[in-house]
């Protein structure tokens, strides 16, 4: 059985940093590309950040280019996400996803994803 679980969130300054971690158990496909996704309340779930089974493959959404960096490491089946010069409209719950294929998927949407986490709350004081 396929689990995901988030880590490492927490309330911080504005200006601050934290480091999410997603922990995958039970390994979903032979190769799997990996995203963050973030839901504040009232607002539709938005697309975060995403790696390729090849970490060197990664995109950004525009709203945490620069800020942010996503990373994993396959031996420990775990994927990371480096929140730097946090904002207050970065307050969510970050939820972690896998995609079934190698690739990251190209419409950034979250039905593009089949196993998901139960979030970690972000909350970024002003």
């Known amino acids: 059985q396929v689990q995901l679980v988030e880590s490492g969130g927490g309330l911080v300054q504005a200006g601050g940093s934290l480091r999410l971690t997603c922990e995958v158990s039970?390994?979903?496909?032979?190769?799997?590309?990996m995203g963050w996704f973030r839901q504040a309340p009232g607002r539709e779930r938005e697309f975060v950040a995403a790696?390729?089974?090849?970490?060197?493959?990664?995109l950004y959404s525009d709203s945490v280019k620069g800020r942010v960096t996503i990373s994993r490491d396959k031996a420990k089946n775990t994927m990371y996400l480096q929140m730097d010069s946090l904002k207050f409209e970065d307050t969510a719950v970050y939820y972690c996803?896998?995609?079934?294929?190698?690739?990251?998927?190209?419409?950034?949407?979250?039905?593009?994803?089949?196993?998901w986490g139960l979030g970690t709350q972000v909350t970024v004081s002003s």
């Open positions: 790696i390729g089974w090849n970490s060197e493959d990664t």
């Open positions: 996803a896998a995609n079934k294929g190698p690739l990251i998927p190209h419409f950034m949407a979250p039905h593009e994803y089949d196993y």
């Open positions: 039970g390994r979903p496909f032979p190769a799997y590309a």
